[in-house]
């Protein structure tokens, strides 16, 4: 299952433009596995400013996050 996932418009990208992406927190985060570890480290990233993917493949658990 898969939360908030959007299509990636331009995967191809050189390291200076991922670099900025992130400097602007105009990159995508995303976050596989959504448990002890990876569901703050989610919900950290969306505060600061990142657009967020959690990823995990137990649909009960994407569930009782959306």
Not at 2 to 25: F, H, S, W, Y
Not at 30 to 42: D, K
Request: no cysteine; charged share 25%.
């Amino acid at each position: 299952m898969v939360l908030g996932m959007q299509p990636v418009e331009d995967a191809n990208i050189t390291e200076a433009e991922l670099v900025g992406r992130i400097a602007r927190k105009d990159a995508r985060v995303a976050i596989f596995g959504l448990g002890y570890v990876g569901l703050p480290l989610a919900v950290a990233k969306a505060k600061a400013g990142f657009k967020v993917v959690g990823i995990d493949r137990n649909p009960d658990r994407v569930a009782l996050v959306a």
